[in-house]
Each structure stands twice: as C-alpha cells, then as structure tokens.
Nanobody, 114 residues
Framework: VQLQASGGGLVQPGGSLRLSCVVS????????MGWYRQAPGKQRGLVAY???????NYEDSVKGRFTISRDNAKNTVYLQMNSLIREDTAVYYC?????????WGQGTQVTVSS
C-alpha cells in the first residue's frame, strides 16, 4: 500500500488549500483515515480523523475551518483547509488504516505566510 499526498504550498493567512492523498496498492477498503501535522520543533499531532463507522474528530484549533473527507471510488482522502493561520504551518501527513494495519504518506508542506 502506498500513499501519495499533494496539495501543499504557500498561502496567505485567511487563504485555503485542499490536500489530497491517493492510496494505491492492495486495497480492499480504506477503514479509518486521518491527517496529521508536524511543525518545526514539535511532535507530529492529529489534525483530523475519520473513523469507518462515521465518527469524525478534529483537533480543537482546526474545528470549523478544516474538513476531512474521502472518495472511496478514487481511494483518495482529502483535507479541505479554510481560514488558514500562521500556526497551521507544518508538514501534513495522511494516514489510513486498512485491514488492521496503518500506513503513512510522505508528507506535504503547508506554509501560511504573508
């Protein structure tokens, strides 16, 4: 199973980005999926997580601004990020859980700066 994340870049405060993560390989079904981020000097932390049963969790600072979603037909996971602030600057990693195993993408850089 391979994950390819894209969509990062440089954006001004208040702007938007949509991250995508394409999952390929031996996939029966993506169970859980999530996005994590790691800012310089900080540990990787959860941004948003979507459980296969329908529950979605968000880190408090992104609630109301970020939305996690999936397209099962395309085996793609998305993170829509609106109203970006400087504190959102980080490398963003996608994560999926398939048949009890977790897989990570390579990370995509998001920089929020004027």
């Amino acid at each position: 199973v391979q994950l390819q994340a894209s969509g990062g870049g440089l954006v001004q405060p208040g702007g938007s980005l949509r991250l995508s993560c394409v999952v390929s390989g031996s996939i029966f079904r993506i169970d859980d999926m999530g996005w994590y981020r790691q800012a310089p000097g900080k540990q990787r932390g959860l941004v948003a997580y979507d459980f296969s049963g329908g529950t979605t969790n968000y880190e408090d600072s992104v609630k109301g601004r970020f939305t996690i979603s999936r397209d099962n037909a395309k085996n793609t996971v998305y993170l829509q990020m609106n109203s970006l602030i400087r504190e959102d600057t980080a490398v963003y990693y996608c994560y999926v859980r398939i048949r009890g195993r977790g897989y990570w993408g390579q990370g995509t850089q998001v920089t929020v700066s004027s």
